[in-house]
């Protein structure tokens, strides 16, 4: 009974769902042993499968709408669901790398503000090369580059800064230098999406270094204090901009 109260997920992509609403997928969509995902079938081996992304729960034959925001869907294989919103409140997800700031030292571990409704765990181990003779230089207000390993709502989040082979990838203490900001977690996934034309844009008008994290900050650093400070004012008005306006926008600069 409830499915017929639903809509077809697929007519809504594009348009606002809210909290409550239920969507429903098309037959050929089967609940896989996991309960975690939908598995797309065809004859007796699966070819793909649809994951529910951020602002959706699974609900017996559909999706149950949980934030917000605008229905979002990426073809391919599977394919994938998720409600791009304007939140700024981060809750952690395993696998979600972050931006944190180091707020206190405790014994063998460091706590770290994501965003969240509380402090991560950092072991100082969590470095690449680090032991328990050469320990990392972390300092109270360093901001740190990680990946939660432990997120859920039973567990205080973890974070690490080494992949599964043990090597940093990036990961780890970001430079004193730069400018720290926040933004909405819409934005966020916008700008890490591939060829993201924001990025490509920026990048035509000054070079910088940025670091991305899924908790809506940003960390950018270019050659000089007035550059950092323009990169990061476009970058905070390009989510109330179009796209037109934002070119308008880069060309008036580039012009002086």
């Given at each position: ?21 239920l969507l429903l ?15 797309l079938s065809a ?93 990392p230089n972390v ?118």
């Amino acid at each position: 009974m409830a499915a017929e109260r639903g809509m077809a997920a697929e007519a809504l992509v594009g348009q606002v769902v809210l909290p409550g609403d239920l969507l429903l997928l098309p037959a050929h969509y089967d609940e896989d042993a996991e309960g975690e995902r939908l598995r797309l079938s065809a004859g007796t081996a699966p070819q793909g499968r649809l994951l529910c992304g951020p602002g959706l729960r699974r609900s017996g034959a559909g999706l149950l709408v949980t934030k917000c925001g605008l229905l979002r869907h990426r073809p391919g294989g599977g394919g994938a669901y998720w409600v791009d919103s304007q939140q700024k409140r981060y809750v952690p997800v395993k696998g979600d790398h972050v931006i944190g700031i180091v707020t206190a030292k405790a014994g063998d571990v460091f706590r770290l503000d994501v965003g969240g409704s509380e402090p991560a765990s950092l072991s100082y181990l969590a470095f690449e090369g680090a032991t328990k003779r050469n320990r990392p230089n972390v300092q109270v207000g360093d901001l740190i580059y990680g990946q939660f390993v432990v997120a859920n709502k039973d567990m205080e989040p973890e974070m690490v800064c080494i992949d599964s082979s043990g090597k940093s990838s990036g990961m780890g203490i970001i430079g004193q230098d730069g400018f720290l900001f926040k933004v909405s977690l819409g934005l966020i996934r916008k700008l890490l999406a591939p060829k993201c034309e924001i990025i490509q844009e920026l990048s035509q008008l000054y070079p910088f270094e940025m670091v991305l994290g899924m908790n809506g900050r940003i960390w950018v650093k270019a050659k000089t204090v007035q550059q950092t400070l323009i990169v990061v004012n476009i970058l905070e008005a390009c989510e109330h901009m179009t796209a037109q306006q934002r070119k308008q926008a880069l060309a008036k600069l580039s012009g002086n």
